[in-house]
C-alpha cells in the first residue's frame, strides 16, 4: 500500500487529486494521494445498519478547510496505516449521529463533542471546536485502522504522523483479497499464496494438549476489526511462511471463544487467552497483544511480535485474523533499480551501482549483444522500476549475505544462475531450479503462472559471496538480502590526504594499525623497490570515499591477529601479490586464489568486469591470520575490514619436579612456548606457601618468536618441595612485560 504527501514528518489527504462531484457508494474503494479508502456502511443511533448511503466529492469547504473535501450521506471511510503516533480531521457535522471504529473499537455519537475525552481502540481522543458546526478531531496514539462517518457530515485534510523510523514503503499486507481466498471451507493441508507469502491449513491443538486435524477455515468479514475479507479458524491454524527476514509482524484478530495456538519460528504457545501472550519470548521474537475493544461474544485486539521471524502459526476453536503486516529484518539492503533511466541499456562489461552494491553486465551462454535496461510494466510483479535482462546477466558484487530474495518475472528462453561460483544453466522455467543446492546455497522459489510466462519470487539462505543472474527475457526487481554480521574493525583510508605518495619501506597508520610500503615481487623472482602507494578518491576500488592505489607495491598491514579480513579491490593491470603468515602468493589476478587454502586459511574471491579492469571483494578466514599483505602493479583497495582474534594462551601450565639435590637459593632458569591472539596482560602465579612470584622476583622476560608465538622464560627458585606454576592471560591493553 502507498500512502499521502509528506509534510514535515506527516502525510495527509487532501482529496484534492478526486474528479469534483464523483459519487462513491457503499462497498466502492478508491484511491487518493496514494492511499487507498473503501467507503462502507453506516450504523444510526438506534442500531440500524444503513447500507444505501454515498460518500461525494464536493468544493463546499463544509469541513471548515480549503479546496475539496468529503460529503457523507448515511456512510462511512475506512483506512489502514502503518504505525502512527496521531491522526488528525477537519469535520463538518450538520445532523444526525457520527460513527467512529479506532482499532476496531466501534463507536455511536449524537455530537461530535462526545468524543472529547474517549480512549477508543487504546487511542485517545480529543475535539476542538472550530466554527458553529465545525472542528478538529485529534487521535493519539497507534491508529492502524480507522473509519469515520455521519448522517450528514464532511471530512477534510486528514493528517497522521509515523512512528519515528517508520517508512510505508517497507510495509506490506496480507489482507486476504488479491487473490482472493479460496472458496468453501479450507481443511488441514490446503495452501494457498498472497504476496507469495505461502499460507497453509495446519492442525490445531486443544487445552488439553491432544489435537485435531479435523477442524477448518473460511473466508468471513467484519469479526477481525479490520475492513474487507477476513479470515476465520473453527479448530484451526494457519501457517504463515515468509520468503525473507520479517522483522515485525502484526495482526489484527477477534477472539470469540475456546483457546488459542500461537507458534513463531517453531515454539508454539497453546493458550487460554491470547491476551495471556502479551510479554512472552516466543522463537526469539517478542510478542505484545492489545486488546482494542469488547463485541458481542468476544473481543478484538492486534498481536505483535518482533525478532528475526520465519513463519508463524495463528489459530483458534472460534477465532479471526485480519491484515496482516510484515516488514524486513533491520539491517536488510535492497536494490529496486529506481535510480537508473528507463529504457537506457547497458551492455557488456558495462556497470551501475545503487546502495552501495556494484552490478556488472556479462555475456549470456557466451552469446554478445545483449543488455541489461531499467522498465517500468511490472514484468517483475513490484511496483516501480524493473530491469530487463535480454541476453544477457547481470552479476553482483556483494561482500557476504545470509539470505537474498528477488522477484522476478520469466518469459521465455533460457536462465543462468551462478551462485558462489557455481554456474547453472537451464532451458526450462526459473521455478524448476526451487529446492537445488548451487554453490552450497539452498534455492526457494514461489511463483505463479501469468500469460506468457511465471511471476515469482527467487529465495537463497546460506553464505553467498557471489551471485550472478541471466536470461533471454527475464525481468528481476526488489532484490534484497541480508548482509553477513559486518567485522568490527575496517579501514578505509579517509584519514589521508588524497594524493599522499608512501615510498617502498615508508609506514602510516590509521587507527591504530600501520601498515607499511613493500617491495613487489614479479613472477620471475625479482622484486622492485621503486614502486609506492598513492591515496585517490577515485572509487576504483569499488567502495566510497578514498582508496588507495599500488603501483607497483605491496601493503603489509599490522594487524597482530585476526580470525576474518575482507577488503574491496579493484585489478586494472598486471599481476598481484598476497602474503598470508608467512606465506607468498603470486597471480596474474586474485581470482586465481579463489577457494585456495593456505595452511587453516581459506582464500574467497567475487569479481566483475568494468572498464579497463576488475572490482571485487577478497575474503579471507580461518584464521589465526598474523601475516597480511597485498598488492599489485595496477591495483585499488579501500574498505578493509577485519575480526580481531580473541586472546588465548596454549600450553598455560608448566610442572616443575623437586629438585632435592639443589641448594633452596639456586635458580634455574627454565622457558616454554605459548601463543598469543591479540594483546594481552600476563600474570605469573605459584601455588607456594611462600606466596606468589613477581615478575621481578621471577626475572620473567617474553619475547616473540615467531607470528604469535612467544617464548616466555622465568627463573624459577630450586626447591625441595614440588610446585606447580600457571600462567595466566588476561585481555587487556598492556603487552607482557
Avoid at 479508502?37 to 471548515?64: I, K, L, M, Y
Avoid at 469515520?148 to 493528517?159: P, R, V, Y
Avoid at 554478445?368 to 544477457?392: E, K, P, T, Y
Amino acid at each position: 500500500m502507498a500512502f499521502g504527501n509528506i509534510v514535515s514528518g506527516q502525510e495527509y489527504l487532501d482529496f484534492e487529486d478526486l474528479v469534483l462531484d464523483t459519487t462513491y457508494n457503499n462497498g466502492d474503494t478508491f484511491s487518493t494521494t496514494g492511499t487507498t479508502v473503501q467507503v462502507g456502511p453506516f450504523q444510526s443511533g438506534n442500531g440500524t445498519t444503513v447500507t444505501d448511503g454515498f460518500v461525494r466529492v464536493r468544493d463546499f469547504q463544509s469541513a471548515g478547510h480549503n479546496g475539496q473535501d468529503l460529503v457523507f450521506n448515511n456512510a462511512t471511510i475506512q483506512l489502514s496505516f502503518p504505525c502512527t503516533e496521531s491522526v488528525s480531521y477537519h469535520f463538518g457535522s450538520f445532523g444526525g449521529n457520527l460513527n467512529l471504529s479506532v482499532n476496531g473499537d466501534f463507536r455511536i455519537v449524537s455530537s461530535p463533542s462526545d468524543l472529547d475525552g474517549l480512549l477508543v481502540g487504546g487511542v485517545n481522543v480529543s475535539m476542538m471546536q472550530t466554527g458553529a458546526n465545525t472542528g478538529i478531531v485529534t487521535l493519539t496514539g497507534n491508529v492502524t485502522t480507522l473509519a469515520i462517518g455521519g448522517s450528514e457530515f464532511a471530512l477534510d485534510h486528514l493528517c497522521y504522523t509515523l512512528c519515528p523510523g517508520t517508512d510505508p514503503g517497507d510495509r506490506r499486507y496480507i489482507d486476504f483479497s488479491e487473490p482472493p481466498v479460496p472458496d468453501g471451507d479450507l481443511t488441514v493441508g490446503d495452501e494457498w499464496q498472497e504476496d507469495f507469502v505461502s499460507i497453509q491449513v495446519t492442525p490445531f491443538a486443544f487445552a488439553n494438549g491432544s489435537t485435531t486435524d479435523q477442524g477448518f477455515a473460511r473466508e468471513s468479514v467484519g469479526t477481525a476489526g479490520h475492513t474487507g475479507p477476513e479470515v476465520t479458524t473453527n479448530n484451526a491454524n494457519l501457517r504463515f511462511l515468509f520468503y525473507e527476514c520479517v522483522g515485525r509482524v502484526e495482526v489484527h484478530f477477534g477472539a470469540y471463544g475456546g483457546n488459542v495456538n500461537l507458534s513463531v519460528n517453531g515454539d508454539m504457545a497453546n493458550l487460554g487467552n491470547l491476551l495471556d501472550a502479551d510479554g512472552l519470548t516466543l522463537g526469539r521474537a517478542q510478542v505484545s497483544v492489545q486488546k482494542s475493544g469488547e463485541v458481542e461474544g468476544g473481543y478484538l485486539g492486534i498481536l505483535t511480535f518482533e525478532g528475526e521471524i520465519k513463519e508463524f502459526e495463528l489459530g483458534g476453536q472460534e477465532f479471526a485474523m485480519d491484515h496482516i503486516c510484515y516488514e524486513p529484518c533491520a539491517g536488510m539492503s535492497c536494490i529496486d533499480f529506481e535510480e537508473l533511466t528507463v529504457r537506457v541499456p547497458y551492455g557488456e562489461g558495462e556497470g551501475f551501482s545503487e546502495d552501495g552494491v556494484i552490478m556488472t553486465v556479462g555475456k549470456f551462454n557466451n552469446a554478445s549483444g545483449g543488455f541489461v535496461a531499467a522498465d517500468d510494466n511490472l514484468r517483475a510483479n513490484h511496483a516501480g522500476n524493473d530491469l530487463l535482462l535480454n541476453d544477457a546477466k547481470l552479476d553482483f558484487l556483494i561482500d557476504c549475505a545470509t539470505h537474498l530474495s528477488l522477484y522476478y518475472g520469466h518469459f521465455g528462453g533460457d536462465i543462468h544462475l551462478e551462485i558462489n561460483g557455481e554456474p547453472v544453466s537451464h532451458t526450462g522455467p526459473l521455478s524448476n531450479l526451487s529446492g537445488s543446492t548451487i554453490g552450497g546455497v539452498l534455492v526457494t522459489i514461489r511463483h505463479m503462472s501469468v500469460n506468457g510466462g511465471e511471476q515469482g519470487v527467487l529465495v537463497l539462505e546460506g553464505t553467498i559471496q557471489s551471485i550472478s543472474i541471466g536470461g533471454q527475457e527475464l525481468w528481476i526487481d526488489h532484490v534484497c538480502f541480508t548482509p553477513c554480521q559486518p567485522l568490527p574493525d575496517c579501514i578505509d583510508f579517509e584519514a589521508l590526504p588524497v594524493t599522499k605518495e608512501y615510498a617502498v619501506n615508508e609506514a602510516f597508520s590509521e587507527d591504530g594499525i600501520t601498515m607499511t610500503v613493500e617491495r613487489f615481487l614479479f613472477s620471475n623472482g625479482t622484486t622492485t623497490s621503486a614502486g609506492m602507494a598513492v591515496v585517490d578518491d577515485a572509487n576504483k576500488a569499488g567502495h566510497l570515499g578514498n582508496d588507495l592505489a599500488l603501483v607497483n607495491a605491496n601493503l603489509r598491514v599490522g594487524v597482530d591477529c585476526a580470525e576474518r579480513i575482507r577488503l574491496h579491490f579493484g585489478d586494472y593491470g598486471g599481476i598481484v601479490n598476497l602474503l598470508l603468515n608467512g606465506t607468498p602468493l603470486i597471480g596474474d589476478d586474485l581470482s586465481d586464489f579463489d577457494g585456495m587454502t593456505v595452511g587453516s586459511l581459506t582464500i574467497s574471491v567475487t569479481q566483475g568486469t568494468v572498464a579497463g579492469g576488475v572490482i571485487g571483494v577478497l575474503e579471507i578466514w580461518g584464521g589465526p591470520i598474523t601475516e597480511f599483505g597485498i598488492g599489485g602493479q595496477e591495483f585499488w583497495i579501500d574498505h578493509l575490514c577485519y575480526m580481531p582474534c580473541d586472546p588465548v594462551i596454549v600450553e598455560r601450565c608448566l610442572e616443575m619436579d623437586s629438585m632435592e639435590d639443589l641448594p633452596d637459593n639456586v635458580t634455574t632458569r627454565v622457558h616454554f612456548s605459548i601463543i598469543v591472539r591479540g594483546t594481552v596482560e600476563l600474570t605469573l602465579l605459584t601455588s607456594s606457601t611462600l606466596g606468589a612470584l613477581s615478575w621481578g622476583d621471577a626475572g620473567a622476560t617474553i619475547t616473540r618468536h615467531s607470528g604469535n608465538l612467544y617464548r616466555l622464560y622465568v627463573d624459577i627458585p630450586k626447591t625441595t618441595v614440588r610446585r606447580f606454576y600457571q600462567i595466566d592471560l588476561h585481555p587487556g591493553p598492556v603487552a607482557a612485560p
